[in-house]
């Protein structure tokens, strides 16, 4: 389980994903390192636009076609090649 993998595959750094979920990044670290609780990992994933599964699998998911702007927040929709 690389959660913070995904986070920055994702385009996100832990700053982002705290202030997505309105709590300070020591908690976002303490999840990423942690054992982190199923609602915790739900709020995750939905932040930076992947399924629980993907957050949580053992091998790199492949890029989600859908991410968040880390500026303005909007989903946007990449095409992959």
Same mark, same amino acid.
Request: proline share 7%; glycine share 8%.
């Given at each position: 389980m690389d959660i913070k993998g995904v986070i920055n595959r994702q385009g996100f750094t832990m700053q982002?994903?705290?202030?997505? #979920?309105?709590?300070?990044? +020591? !908690?976002?670290?303490?999840?990423?390192?942690?054992?982190?609780?199923?609602?915790? #990992?739900?709020?995750?994933? +939905? !932040?930076i636009g992947v399924t629980v599964s993907e957050l949580v699998a053992d091998a790199p998911a492949p890029p989600s076609p859908l991410m968040k702007c880390p500026h303005c927040g909007h989903t946007l929709t990449v095409e992959l090649k």
């Amino acid at each position: 389980m690389d959660i913070k993998g995904v986070i920055n595959r994702q385009g996100f750094t832990m700053q982002q994903v705290a202030d997505a #979920l309105g709590i300070s990044q +020591q !908690a976002v670290s303490q999840a990423v390192n942690g054992n982190p609780s199923l609602s915790r #990992l739900r709020e995750i994933a +939905q !932040a930076i636009g992947v399924t629980v599964s993907e957050l949580v699998a053992d091998a790199p998911a492949p890029p989600s076609p859908l991410m968040k702007c880390p500026h303005c927040g909007h989903t946007l929709t990449v095409e992959l090649k």
